[in-house]
C-alpha cells in the first residue's frame, strides 16, 4: 500500500477537458479565460481538448497560463487526398501538445477501429503530440463479464508497435461507454478495478517501470461532486472530462480535487 501511494504520488496527474463538437472560437476564448484564474494554482496538468476550429483561439487565450490545449483527432498521413481530415504537423505548427484518440463516440459514429486508433496514436508520437487513447466496455460487454478481455484487447491492439520510451507520452483513458453522457458514473471501486487491470496490462506489454508511470484517467459523467473519490483511487490518476468541462466552476472544482488527490 505504501509502495503503491508512492507510485501514484511520482505519476503526472492530468485533468483533461473534452470539448466534443461544443463552443464555437470566441465562445472558446471566453471559457477559457474564465477557467484560467480558476486553475492557476493547480498541483495537476490541465488540458482543454476542443474543436480543431477553436485551437488557434485556444492557443491564444491560453498563452502564459498552466492550461495545455490538446485537439480531439488526428489522421495518421502527414498529408494527402484525404478530405475533412487534420494531420498531426498541422496540429503541431499551431502548438497544440495533446490529442485525443479513439474517444468512445469516434468509435460509435465515426467507424473508428483499433486499427485506425493504433495507426493516428503513432502519427501522434511521432510528430511529438502526447495521445490521450481512449478504452472501455459497452454496457453489454459488462453484463457478460467481459470487461477484461475487451479492456485487453484494446489495450493490446491500440498500442500496438509502440515502444517503451514513447509510453512515456502515452495517458491511457478509462471510459466505460455506459458512463459517458449519461450521468451514470462509474463507481470509484469500478474504476479503480479497471484501471489497475490497464496497468497490469501495460505491465505484460512494457514491464514494471514503465507500466507504473503512465497516467491512467477515469472518464464518465466525472464531475465536481464524484471526483474526489474517483481520483483518490490508487491507479485512477486524472479524468476525461465531457460535460463538466464546458462549466468553468465544475472543471475548476474538479481541477482542486485532483491537487489534492496525492496519497499521504
Ligand atoms: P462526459 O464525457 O463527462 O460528458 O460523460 C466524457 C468523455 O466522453 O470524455
Known amino acids: 500500500m505504501i509502495l503503491d501511494a508512492l507510485t501514484k504520488n511520482l505519476r503526472k496527474t492530468i485533468i483533461a477537458g473534452n470539448w466534443k463538437m461544443n463552443k464555437t472560437p470566441s465562445e472558446a476564448k471566453a471559457l477559457l479565460e474564465e477557467i484560467a484564474p480558476l486553475v ?20 491564444e487565450a491560453t498563452k502564459g497560463t498552466n492550461i495545455k490545449i490538446g485537439a480531439e483527432n488526428c489522421h495518421w498521413e502527414e498529408s494527402g487526398a484525404y478530405t475533412g481530415e487534420i494531420s498531426t504537423g ?42 490521450i487513447v481512449c478504452v472501455g466496455e459497452l454496457l453489454w460487454e459488462r453484463e457478460c463479464n467481459i470487461t477484461n478481455e475487451v479492456i485487453a484487447r484494446q489495450i493490446k491492439l491500440d498500442l500496438w508497435d509502440v515502444s517503451a520510451e514513447d509510453m512515456m507520452n502515452v495517458t491511457i483513458a478509462y471510459e466505460p461507454v455506459w458512463a459517458i453522457g ?83
Open 40 to 59: 492557476k494554482d493547480a498541483d495537476c496538468e490541465v488540458v482543454a481538448c476542443v474543436p480543431y476550429v477553436d485551437l488557434a483561439t485556444a492557443i
Open 90 to 131: 498541422m496540429l503541431k505548427e499551431l502548438g497544440v501538445e495533446y490529442v485525443v484518440i479513439g474517444h468512445s463516440e469516434r468509435r460509435q459514429y465515426f467507424g473508428e477501429t483499433d486499427e485506425t486508433v493504433n495507426k493516428r496514436t503513432k502519427a501522434a508520437l511521432k510528430a511529438g503530440l502526447k495521445p
Open 182 to 264: 449519461t450521468g451514470k458514473t462509474a463507481t470509484a471501486e469500478q474504476a479503480e478495478e479497471v484501471c489497475a487491470f490497464i496497468r497490469l496490462c501495460l505491465k505484460g506489454l512494457y514491464g514494471l517501470e514503465v507500466a507504473e508511470s503512465v497516467t491512467i484517467q477515469y472518464g464518465g459523467s466525472m464531475n465536481d461532486k464524484n471526483a474526489g473519490e474517483l481520483l483518490m483511487k490508487t491507479n485512477v490518476d486524472g479524468g476525461l472530462i465531457g460535460g463538466a468541462s464546458l462549466v468553468a466552476e465544475k472543471f475548476a472544482a474538479i481541477v482542486d480535487a485532483a491537487s489534492r488527490s496525492y496519497e499521504e
